[in-house]
């Protein structure tokens, strides 16, 4: 067998055995990619999202000089032409984006990169996500390596890699070599080396080895060291360690579905599976969870309340990724996207195939009842999440890319959607995809987050756009969308990224899918070249 898939998590983590494929090193950027950071760089007229959940403003002037942002100052009135001329007058570099949106660098809070079977080359989806917008991102984790993730964070940091800013998150025992953690003493320990290493959080999946005293002492000691916490609640393990009971403990996020139905069932505590279950076979593990959408109290009674104002008093976040399990409700759909001709590559296509090796690849005899059972329990889920987001609780954006025929950018574009069909309107679905995610990466070491607005003092982190996003989400997508052109009568492709401003440095989006589409048709061509010719 390939790989050996980690029952773990539901398209999270993937283990080699070895991996036939090797990662290959992620190079240097190029001189031309990406221009700046500037003396003093102005995006001109621009109308401005903040991220804050206010309402659109502008036309403003955003100044920006190296990678903060000194000013944001109104450019004119609506309606009418702007000044010819305005300050500052000094610009070693400017955008004119009159009638274009800017929005804060969107934060993708369920990260992965580094598995050569699926891509080889870690700058896929690192310009993938740069050209959807995504600035930061936590891995959860990246390269199942945390001294390579680490290099990578700081050759991010330091821009010498085009990428975007990355916070790492590990599983409990990754990366020392003192043994499997089987004590909570030893999971402590382990908690203060990965801190020492410059691990910023921590992913836990609450099975195996994670007893629920191992579990209670990494979120422990992990809050003493300034670490962030998310959870994968797996199905191994909820009938200790559900999402009532993660909250209690301290855990920091809840990522996923698991463990939030399992707090609120309306007859025992237990989803009651059929007797030949098994849990490794992965049509069974995910055809069946949903089926938990009709064994829960009533949504919006006092016991599905009562939950979510638990986990609000308690400080923990809900990041949903609802895209990553689209495809459970809608096969079709996912598997004929429109980017995956020219943005998938034809690895990462291979991975997507049903087979009883690739984690997530699930799809062995898929039925219409596996579908509207999915759909019935998004509708419940979906509500859920809403619920909290209304009662004050935090909801933040995360993808989990490189799974079920989800591929960087484009999945994190499709988990914005899904937040809107949700409930959220779509200031809150951008409030929850910047301000949320980085005050959730920087509440650990209780720091103001440095990123995450369109503000004055803040990180030059930025979404530069030619459509407006509050009026059609699906104009962020890459490929664009299409609109009938009412003079030709023919459709247009419109939207996309413009730019992408990471630290200061403006990243031309187009650029960067045009050099994700050379990776792709490379690929192709190579494979094209070694079949046997008739």
């Known amino acids: 067998m390939r790989l050996l898939k980690v029952a773990l998590a539901a398209a999270t983590l993937l283990t080699s055995i070895p991996a036939l494929a090797q990662m290959q090193p992620t190079p240097d ?70 009638g274009m949106y ?24 690192y310009k993938l996500w740069l050209a959807h917008g995504v600035t930061t991102v936590r891995g959860v984790g990246f390269f199942n390596d945390p001294a390579r993730a680490l290099d ?86 909820i009938g200790e360690v559900d999402g009532r009971v993660a909250g209690q403990l301290g855990l920091g996020t809840i990522t996923h579905f698991y463990g939030h139905f399992e707090s609120i069932m309306k007859d025992g505590h237990l989803q009651k599976l059929p007797p030949d279950y098994n849990f490794f076979d992965e049509q069974h593990r995910f055809g069946e969870i949903a089926e938990i959408w009709d064994d829960i109290e009533e949504p919006g009674g006092e016991v599905w309340k009562e939950y979510l104002k638990e986990q609000k008093a308690a400080g923990v976040t809900f990041d949903p990724t609802f895209n990553i399990y689209s495809a ?20 990462l296509w291979d ?21 509207t059972t999915w759909r019935n329990f998004y509708k419940r889920y979906m509500q859920l999440i809403n619920d909290y987001k209304n009662m004050g609780g935090r909801v933040t954006t995360g993808s989990d890319p490189g799974y079920i025929f989800q591929t960087w950018g484009f999945g994190y574009i499709l988990e914005l959607e899904m937040l809107q069909e949700a409930g959220f309107t779509p200031l809150e679905v951008f409030q929850s995809a910047t301000i949320n995610g980085a005050r959730t990466l920087n509440d650990p070491k209780k720091l103001d987050p440095q990123f ?68 792709v048709a490379a690929e192709k061509q190579k494979r094209a070249a070694a079949q046997p010719q008739p």
């Open 29 to 98: 950027r190029r001189a031309d990619e990406g221009k700046g950071p500037f003396k003093k760089l102005v995006i001109r007229g621009v109308n401005v999202i903040e991220g804050n959940g206010g309402p659109m403003y502008g036309p403003m002037d955003i100044v920006i000089e190296g990678n903060r942002i000194t000013d944001v100052r109104s450019a004119g009135t609506p309606g009418k032409p702007l000044a010819p001329v305005r300050e500052p007058r000094d610009a070693t570099h400017e955008i004119d984006a009159r």
């Open 102 to 125: 800017v929005l804060p660098g969107f934060v993708d809070m369920h990260g992965h990169n580094g598995d050569p079977d699926k891509a080889p080359q870690p700058e896929y989806g």
């Open 328 to 347: 459970s409700r809608d096969l079709m759909r996912a598997r004929n996207a429109d980017w995956h001709n020219a943005y998938t590559l034809p690895s």
């Open 452 to 519: 995450g607005l369109v503000r004055r003092g803040m990180l030059a982190d930025l979404v530069i756009v030619p459509e407006n996003p509050l009026q059609n989400i699906k104009t962020l997508y890459g490929v664009g969308t299409p609109r009938l052109n009412e003079a030709t009568g023919q459709l247009d492709q419109v939207g996309g990224v413009r730019w992408t401003v990471k630290d200061g440095i403006v990243y031309d989006a187009h650029a960067l899918l045009d050099d994700v589409a050379a990776m």
């Open 152 to 237: 990578d964070k700081r050759r991010s940091a330091a821009n010498t890699i085009a990428a975007p800013r990355m916070y790492v998150y590990q599983t409990i025992g990754s990366g020392w070599d003192r043994g499997r953690i089987d004590n909570p003493a030893m999971a402590r320990d382990w908690v203060r080396w990965a801190a020492k290493q410059g691990i910023d959080g921590i992913k836990l999946f609450n099975r195996g080895d994670e007893t629920p005293a191992i579990v209670a002492a990494v979120l422990d000691e992990a809050k003493k060291q300034g670490l962030g916490t998310v959870a994968h609640l797996a199905q191994p393990g």
């Open 351 to 371: 991975f997507f195939q049903s087979n009883r090796d690739n984690h997530g690849s699930y799809f062995y005899d898929w039925t219409t009842a596996h579908e």
